[in-house]
Each structure stands twice: as C-alpha cells, then as structure tokens.
C-alpha cells in the first residue's frame, strides 16, 4: 500500500525564519535543515553531529501538538512566516525535547537563564528534515560566507581573526582585538544582531561604537564589519565553539574565544569554553584556529589594560571591565571612565535614539 505524502502548515517566527536563512546561505553549515531526532541528540549528548562533525548548539524547529501528532517522515511542512508561504520542508522525523536536555545544552533548568526561558517558550515537539527557502526575497542583506570569502580575498588577507560580541566595544575587547590584529592579517568584528535578551544593548548602539573605533583608532585596511543575525543563545562554553563554526564558515581562520564567551548571570565558569573548546580540539579538526584569551582587566599598578598572564596584581589593583560594568553604568546615568570606555564610543552610544533592548 502507498501512502499518500500529505502537505501541512506550521507558522513560524523570525527567528526561525533566521535560521532558515542562515542554513540557506551555508552560515550554519553542514547544516542541510533543522535537525532530527539522531543530530539532536548527538549534539545534546556529544556535540557532534551523527556524521562526526563538531556542532554544539541544536538548530531545531518547534510545532504543536496536533501537527506533531499526524506528521510523518516522507511528508512535506509547508513553513509560513506572518501568513506568507517562506520555506519547505522534507520531513525525516518527529521528537519530543525534555528539561534533561535543555540541562546537557544550558548547564541549568532554570527559568531565569534567558536561553532557557525561550526554549520553553516554544512547543517541546520538533521535527526535522532538509529545508529551501521558497520566498528567495528574505535573502537580501543576509551575512553570506560567498560575499565576505570574496571580501577577505580581495583584501589580501590570508589570515582573518574574527571577534564575537553583543556589546559596544570597550578598553577590554580593544585589548583582545589588537591582539588578534598581531596575529592576523585582518580582523573580522561581527557582532550579533539579532534576538538579544532584554536589557541588552541595541543593535544600532553596537554598531554605532564599532563604526566609531573603526573610523577613528583601526587601520581601515586591517578591519571589516558587519553584524550576524543570529540569535543569542546564552549557552556558554557550547555556544562559544558555535560562535567559531559560524566564523569558520565565514571564512575567518581564526577566533577569539574569551572569558565567559556567551555566558549570562553567572551560569558558566569564566573559562569552561576554553576548556570545552580544548577538548574538542584534541580530538576533532573544527577548522578553524581558536585564540583562546584571558580577561583583560586594568591595572592600577602597572597603568594599562593587561591580564593575569602577564600582570601580578589581579587581586590587588585589578579594576573590571565588561559589557556588564558598562551596562550598568549607562543605566544608573555615569559616564564609564576613559580606562575602560574611549570617551568618542561612549558619546556614539548615547547619540543612538535606543541604547538599550526594552
């Protein structure tokens, strides 16, 4: 007996809408479409994918209920987006997520952590399978690894460092970047624009202070910038290494993995990515080389930005720097001191109509 392929739809938000696109343009490569059951549980239990590949965040798609109940491998998912037919999708299977695996990926069940939160939001039922994008409109302006290859190329640059953030820059990333710049030919700045947790720095504020830096302290011929759409996951040292695939796909050779990479509210050690991204490479090639830098901090003694490689004083004239410090700051209405803020990316964040995420 043949069974009929049935067609059904499920409406999707933006950021799966992103996804799509990001699977589309080879960004979340070797990613053909959302991940079924064996991927999933791979990347939860092992970060790899069933063909050995280093992934460690899953990529899935969430749907109700009534869908999950009648949708089989062999069908076809047809995925709208704000009532608009977008992608399609080849289904190869159907699975039910718990709290045991939002555990392996976050490290905490917690409602708190906003990667967590969001994930609980959505429908617990997945379903995976190649998918296309129908309406090829949603590509316009999209990151694409063919167009920033091709940029990398015609700058002459053999070896591209790139730096992840979601926040202005400050002394401490500039610090860390100029040390990527040593290294490389050129630098990569990519910051993330797309879903942040609330309270986070605008899109247009980080953007804004990277433009700054670039227009009035890099080399122009040793910098480009533009930002990810991706969202934030907050998931630490797991998304640390996806962080890396992304920039490797990119086309940078190496990356900058720092001090609590991608971590929120105190959820990861402030150097568990290093060690994940250490026992990864022992074991697999990911591609990519990964700069794995200490927290740069200023120096009352020694005057400069330095690190506990290099300075004797972390626990006696160390004053912090972080995208955190400097949240609070602008929120309580100080202006951050030159030795952790420029005073020019500090008045460019503060020109933005939005600085921070309501």
């Known amino acids: 007996m043949i069974r009929m392929i049935k067609n059904m739809t499920v409406n999707i938000d933006e950021e799966t809408l992103q996804d799509i696109i990001n699977i589309e343009t080879k960004l979340l490569f070797p990613l053909q479409g959302f991940m079924g059951s064996e991927d999933f549980y791979s990347v939860v239990n092992y970060c790899i994918l069933k063909n050995g590949q280093v992934f460690t965040i899953p990529v899935t798609l969430d749907i109700p209920l009534e869908i999950y109940k009648n949708i089989k491998a062999g069908d076809k998912l047809i995925l709208e987006y704000k009532g608009k037919q977008a992608a399609e999708m080849d289904v190869e299977s159907t699975f039910k997520i718990t709290e045991d695996d939002l555990q392996k990926v976050f490290q905490t069940k917690e409602n708190s ?38 940029i990398f190329k015609e700058k002459g640059w053999k070896t591209i460092v790139g730096f992840q953030t979601r926040n202005p820059i400050h002394k401490a990333h500039e610090h860390i970047q100029r040390i990527g710049l040593e ?69 940078c050779t190496h990356f900058i993995i720092g001090r609590d990479h991608a971590g929120v509210g105190g959820y990861y050690g402030a150097y568990e990515a290093h060690e994940l991204a250490r026992k990864l490479t022992e074991k697999y090639d990911l591609g990519i080389h990964l700069l794995l830098t200490r927290e740069p901090y200023y120096c009352k003694k020694c005057g400069q930005i330095v690190t506990d490689k290099h300075c004797a004083h972390y626990d006696s004239d160390r004053i912090e720097i972080s995208g955190t410090i400097i949240r609070k700051y602008l929120k309580e209405g100080y202006i951050p001191d030159e030795i952790m803020m420029r005073k020019e990316i500090f008045e460019s964040i503060l020109n933005c109509k939005q600085v921070f995420i309501e």
């Open 183 to 251: 290294v490389c030919d050129g630098l990569f700045i990519n910051p993330i624009t797309g879903w942040k947790k609330q309270g986070d720095f605008t899109q247009e504020a980080v953007m804004a202070a990277y433009n700054k830096m670039a227009e009035e302290f890099y080399p122009r011929d040793q910098i480009y910038i533009a930002g990810l759409k991706t969202q934030m996951r907050y998931a630490g040292p797991r998304e640390a290494i996806f962080h890396a695939i992304i920039r490797r796909n990119l086309g």
């Open 113 to 150: 952590h906003p990667g967590v939160q969001k994930e609980k939001n959505r429908f617990p039922y997945r379903v995976g399978g190649s998918v296309k994008l129908i309406e090829k409109a949603y590509l316009k302006g999209a990151l694409c690894p063919e167009e920033t290859k091709h």
